[in-house]
Nanobody
């Protein structure tokens, strides 16, 4: 089956860093747009960052711009989200998603129904 598996979450203090990984199983991520989303309890899921299928474009939510970085390692069939300068407001379950839409080869969006495959999520908790 086709699936994505997130890892790398954990408990960190404010100002700390984490690197989240999204590994693909059953398919290659080449040419797939990748999105990272997060959801805190009682809140709506929101887009955090995305990268286009050709690695041409990256986008970030205003709340994480300058602190988070999305990247792709084709050899490892894995995408990463580097989280820096974390605050308690970043506490959430983080999900990665992949889309094979042609239009997302050169751009990416935070529209959830654009993505075909989703991971199970990894918990990030930022607390003193």
């Amino acid at each position: 089956q086709l699936q994505l598996v997130e890892s790398g979450g954990g408990l960190v203090q404010p100002g700390g860093s984490l690197r989240l990984s999204c590994a693909a199983s059953g398919f290659t991520l080449d040419y797939y747009a990748i999105g990272w989303f997060r959801q805190a309890p009682g809140k709506e899921r929101e887009g955090v960052s995305c990268i286009s299928g050709y690695d041409i474009t990256t986008n970030y939510a205003d709340s994480v711009k300058g602190r988070f970085t999305i990247s792709r390692d084709h050899a490892k069939n894995t995408v990463y989200l580097q989280l820096n300068s974390l605050t308690p407001e970043d506490t959430a379950v983080y999900y990665c998603a992949a889309a094979n839409r042609r239009l997302l080869r050169r751009l990416c969006v935070f529209q959830e129904d654009s993505y075909d495959y989703w991971g199970q999520g990894t918990q990030v908790t930022v607390s003193s």
